[in-house]
């Protein structure tokens, strides 16, 4: 077997090909699931979309290289059940171009983060990290309370939609009004976003400050959404009970 | 034409024999090749990697048997053994929890008195209260429970329901201005309607109540009567239950300076405690609620 290789490695053309084809072994068995990915990842029925606001909030959150640091997805051991929650399920990203799963965790998972702590805790942490959490070595983040550029929003929606996100025509079309419904509650706008996106979707002032529209109502409405996009994972953890 | 594969024909190689050069210190033979008198020696490779790559080898066809391995279609092969690392981790998780509720599930009925009692359970279960305290709570109210900026002490007496474990656990469980049907609410509405001397006059008079310096008879005192004292009691001493906070104790969350108090009146406050219902079961809530009703006897001693 060791002469055929020395021997291989005197015509280039077949070493070539052999080249290509060991290595593409290891290509087909990756990329051949993803062929069946419709029918293998089954989409739970209450898995929603993020909305303008949460989408804008996702923006920033990989503008600011938080994934850098911070992985979302709990992964399938015993110990990350018990401190996270239930482990990540590939449903939960289908709607995420891209997944933002990361693998290097310099602060903890955000998997399960949404409804974990007030919307006053994470703007003051954004901020300032040190003024909560006196230990932290995640950098601050203060210009966040700049105003939120929504003037993309639409066209972000209409491209998840060629993806297969589900947005409708009138979801991209109203998507900056939408935007500005999520953290206005009590305002007319809330009706048409409530008939687009049900009431599922948390509503408020995310940053505290009703004057403006800031990225950081769009990050903290990003953060609060983390995990509740579908309860099947919880459904997991429940069938294993025994 | 020469034929390339003979040895013979190797630049450095014997015309006759085909040996190339033999390096006399380590006795190898050499590549044939000369880089202006610099040769390179034609050593084997390592016998020890070789094998190293064959057991590798010969190891992945039996884990192709044993574990799940090859995608075929809209499955995959699953292996001998059965595998499933998901529920193995959903069995682990469970048998993780259950090792602990011979103890933890005695939180799920029991009275907190006979619970605080029992010194061996508190032995155990005061540790375990501290790591669900650092990953759940501290994060707001600090590690040691001396909370931070718009957050509460809890190390402290001052509490605006009760310090008593029942209603701590009422409140972690269902919040405070959360998303929960049973939340506790504490809303302080905003006085932005008030003139800003009015407003001034009253953040002086507020800030002046814990030392007893505020004097009810002035104007400012009627406009703290007038609309106050429905929330935070006649005197502003609170306690009527309702989040509404003593003004008198020192211990406002927010600080009670003329300037914040100001802000206060301004802008109202609306602190935002989550529900833990869903992300906790019942025992770890009741122990936790017995960990913060006894964080306040640590500073005095007693405990």
Known sequence: ?242 | MSNLTDPRNLPGADPHTGNRKIDPVTGYDTTGHDWGGITELNTAFPRIVIWALVLTFLYSVVAWILLPAWPIGRDYTRGLLGLDQGKEAVEGFHDLSGARQDWLSRFEGEGFPALQSDATLMATAMPAAARLFSDNCAACHGTLGRGGPGFPVLSDDSWLWSGDAAEIATTIRHGINADDPDTRYAEMPSFDWMARSDRAALAEFVAGLPNGSADFGSPAGVLFAENCTSCHGETGAGGLGIGAPPLTDAAVIYGQDPETVMQTLRRGRHGVMPAWSGRLSDAEINLLALYVAQLDHHGKGTQ
Request: charged share 25%.
């Open chain 1, 1 to 242: 077997m060791l002469k055929l290789h020395y021997n291989l490695e005197k015509i280039s053309v077949g070493l070539v090909a052999a080249i290509i084809v060991a290595a593409s072994i290891g290509g087909i068995v990756e990329i051949a699931p993803l062929f069946t990915i419709d029918e293998t990842v089954e989409i739970p029925a209450d898995l929603r979309p993020y909305t303008p606001l949460e989408l804008a909030g996702r923006e920033i959150y990989i503008r600011e290289g938080c994934y850098a640091c911070h992985s979302q997805m709990v992964r399938s051991l015993a110990d990350e059940l018990d401190r996270y929650g239930p482990y990540s399920l590939a449903a939960e990203s289908a709607y995420d171009h891209p997944m933002l799963w990361g693998s290097k965790r310099t602060g903890p998972d955000l998997a399960r983060l949404g409804g974990k702590y007030s919307d006053d805790w994470h703007v003051a942490h954004l901020i300032n990290p040190r003024s909560v959490v006196p230990a932290s070595i995640m950098p601050s983040y203060p210009w966040l309370t700049r105003t939120l550029d929504t003037e993309l929003l639409s066209d972000s929606l209409a491209t998840l939609a060629r993806l297969g996100v589900p947005y409708d025509e009138g979801m991209i079309g109203a998507a900056e009004a939408d935007a500005l419904a999520q953290s206005r509650p009590d305002s007319a706008m809330m009706d048409g976003f409530q008939e687009r996106y049900g009431e599922r979707p948390a509503a408020r002032v995310f940053d505290g400050d009703p004057s403006r529209l800031t990225e950081m109502d769009a990050l903290v409405a990003y953060l609060q959404s983390l995990g509740t996009l579908t309860d099947a994972p919880y459904r997991t953890l429940a069938e294993g009970k025994r």
